[in-house]
């Protein structure tokens, strides 16, 4: 319930913030304060419960980062 309550607090704080079409060309950062790219919504809401879905490690995170980590499970 924690996470949740994390999770949410986090989704509702980014609500307004500006979205970056261009951050795939760009370089997404996990956390940027400026603005939001697709991938740092959902790595974010994990990131700030303590969970880091990035499945490199680096300072970048792109969806395939989210998408291979070993924290989520696969269908």
Do not use: W
Request: hydrophobic share 45%; charged share 15%; aromatic share 12%.
């Amino acid at each position: 319930m924690r996470f949740l309550r994390i999770a949410v607090e986090y989704a509702l704080a980014q609500v307004g913030q500006p979205f970056d079409y261009a951050a795939t060309a760009t370089m997404p950062f996990k956390i940027n304060e400026s603005n939001l790219h697709c991938a740092e919504v959902p790595g974010g809401l994990y990131l700030a419960a303590g969970v880091d879905l990035d499945s490199n490690g680096g300072l970048l995170v792109y969806p395939d980062d989210i998408y291979f980590s070993p924290k989520l499970v696969k269908p």
